[in-house]
């Protein structure tokens, strides 16, 4: 009877400290996500503070209309839209891990505002407002992507030039949505520090932390089958990027210390279409635009002057 309960015990105990790691890695409750104007004193955003809070303050002065769209699995996803032209290209941008569509959208609002291109700037699932308490590292997040640009097709009519434009997770995940098949004005895609697929960010993120990388992937994958219902093998942007034949603008800090540069040379020799990459000298990860704006408008106004 002593061994049965001991075995009980220990496997509550495991099960307990599984979820336990899921939640930690995956979920993201409302009552987690900060404030747009509580701007992390981290390495990747203290330098920046003020122009973000500025940048900050301009949205929010700069009128906007809150839209939202259903997701393929039932949660409700929200976004801003900022008309400044009528009938001017649209860019839709995705965040990324635990991001906001403020810190993360910073050099995509600056542009837009000041080239007069209309601008979507989206809360991912478990982010901002919309609903979800999942993040899924891009595989559940193409959908999401597809969608949006679905959305904006239908709103503004087939003739309306969209760019899909996403830093970090968002990066990725408008890559992969790319596989999904997206509307026909879409006509390129911005991918600012964007990983080569959700396994390989994660076993990273072990590896950088000086833990064994394939048991505790294992486990992770495990756990986000078990508890989150999704596969973390099931998406893969150098492959979605393979099938690209639309242009594509990549973009990567020199100092990344989140998603290394060798992850967007990787994609950037996996893709066949027409293609530009963009090295910003100095910056760490999704800082790129904060490190050296003028280089990061020069090389997006570019691309998307040349592309509708």
């Known amino acids: 009877m002593k061994v049965l309960v001991t075995a009980v015990f220990l496997l509550l105990l495991i099960s307990v400290s ?15 996500r900060p404030d ?15 122009r973000m809070l500025e940048c900050l303050e301009d949205m929010e002065k ?5 839209v939202s769209i259903l997701s393929m699995d039932g949660l409700r996803l929200y976004g801003k839209l900022y008309q400044m032209k009528k009938g001017a290209p649209l860019l839709i941008s995705f965040h990324g891990f635990h991001g906001t569509y403020a810190w993360d959208g910073y050099g995509f609002f600056k542009l837009c505002k000041k080239n007069g291109f209309n601008i979507l700037m989206v809360d991912e699932r478990a982010h901002g407002k ?4 999942v993040i899924t590292f891009g595989v559940m997040e193409r959908y999401d992507c597809k969608l949006w640009a679905e959305y904006a097709r239908k709103r503004f009519g087939k003739d309306t030039d969209i760019f899909l434009a996403g830093v970090s997770m968002g990066a990725a995940s408008v890559m992969m949505s790319y596989e999904l098949g997206l509307p026909g004005n879409v006509k390129a895609i911005i991918e600012d520090c964007g990983y080569s697929e959700p396994a390989a960010i994660i ?8 833990l064994p990388v394939k048991p505790l992937y ?3 994958k495990f756990c986000a089958r078990f508890f989150g219902h999704f596969d973390l093998e099931a998406a893969d942007a150098v492959r979605a990027v393979r099938q690209l034949t639309i242009p594509i603008l990549f973009i990567h800090g020199a100092k990344d210390s989140v998603v290394p540069p060798s992850m967007g040379a990787e994609l950037y020799e996996a893709c066949k279409a027409k293609k530009e990459y963009v090295l910003i ?3 760490d990860h999704a800082n790129s635009a904060m490190t050296d704006y003028e280089t990061y408008e020069k090389a997006v106004l570019r691309f998307i002057v040349q592309n509708f």
Do not use: W
């Open 130 to 133: 919309s609903e979800g308490n």
């Open 218 to 220: 294992q486990l992770l």
């Open 62 to 66: 700069t009128p906007c209309e809150e």
């Open 203 to 210: 076993k990273e993120t072990i590896r950088a932390m000086k």
């Open 281 to 283: 000298a100095g910056a």
């Open 18 to 32: 599984m979820y336990g790691l899921y939640r930690v890695v995956f979920c993201h409750p409302l009552r987690r």
């Open 36 to 50: 747009v104007r509580c701007i992390p004193d981290s390495n990747l955003y203290r330098a920046y503070k003020d």
